[in-house]
C-alpha cells in the first residue's frame, strides 16, 4: 500500500494496490473532484509534490502534454501511486 498526503488539507489516505488515486479517496470517503474517469476532463488534476505515479500501461507521451508534464501533474482518475506521494489540489477539504 501506499500513502497519498493532499495539501493543503493534510488529508492522508492509503491506496491499494491496483486501485487508482481517486478509487482509494472514495473508498476513505473523502469528497474529491472528478467527472469523467477517463483522464480527459482535468478536474481530479492535482499538482505532484514529491512521489510518483504510473498510468497503468498508457501511452503517457499521448496522455500527458508538455505544460502537464512541466507542472508535474497528476490524473488522479487513472493514476496509480508508485511511491507515497504528496499533491496538492487547493478544493479537497
Given at each position: ?20 488515486i ?55 482518475c ?16
Open positions: 500500500m501506499t500513502t497519498i498526503t493532499i495539501n493543503p488539507s493534510g488529508i492522508q489516505f492509503s491506496v491499494k494496490e491496483g486501485e487508482t481517486l478509487e482509494a479517496a472514495e473508498r476513505n470517503d473523502i469528497s474529491f473532484p472528478f467527472r469523467c474517469r477517463q483522464g480527459v476532463c482535468t478536474a481530479c488534476v492535482c499538482k505532484t509534490v514529491n512521489g510518483e505515479v504510473s498510468y497503468g500501461g498508457r501511452d503517457e507521451s499521448t496522455l500527458l502534454t508538455q505544460a502537464d508534464n512541466e507542472q508535474k501533474f497528476t490524473y488522479a487513472i493514476g496509480y501511486p508508485i511511491t507515497d506521494m504528496t499533491l496538492h489540489h487547493p478544493f479537497i477539504k
